[in-house]
């Protein structure tokens, strides 16, 4: 899938994280930016997910951005693979937020 955004004026192309963004992702990591639903799922006491029609995110340091649960909303959201962590959650691809707007 590929999105064509803006920033800066100038044009972008926005490309899926691939097995290569994620094995390189420790020592070069890829930042991604993407228009996400931010939903609070009631499952094993709660926790956030940020998705669209096409991806499902878990985001590890949600708590920095948000500490109670919200109605879903739409925001703008940049982020890296999380490498090297696990979670019980198994609700989407494990993100570590660079910033959340919404």
């Known amino acids: 899938m590929r999105i064509t955004a803006l920033r800066n004026c100038q044009t972008e192309e926005y490309t899926e994280p691939t097995v290569k963004d994620v094995i390189t992702s420790l020592e070069f990591p890829k ?3 993407e228009q ?3 939903k609070y799922v009631q499952l ?3 926790f956030w997910i940020l998705e669209n029609e ?3 995110l878990d985001p590890i340091n949600m708590h920095e951005y948000i500490d ?3 109605e879903e909303v739409e925001c703008n959201v940049t982020y890296v693979l999380a490498d090297g962590y696990a979670s019980f959650h198994m609700m989407g691809t494990l993100v570590r937020l660079l910033s959340l707007k919404y």
Do not use: R
Request: proline residues 7%; aromatic residues 14%.
């Open 31 to 33: 930042e991604f930016t």
């Open 54 to 56: 096409k991806v499902t």
């Open 36 to 38: 996400l639903y931010l």
């Open 44 to 46: 094993e006491g709660g």
């Open 68 to 70: 109670s649960p919200i």
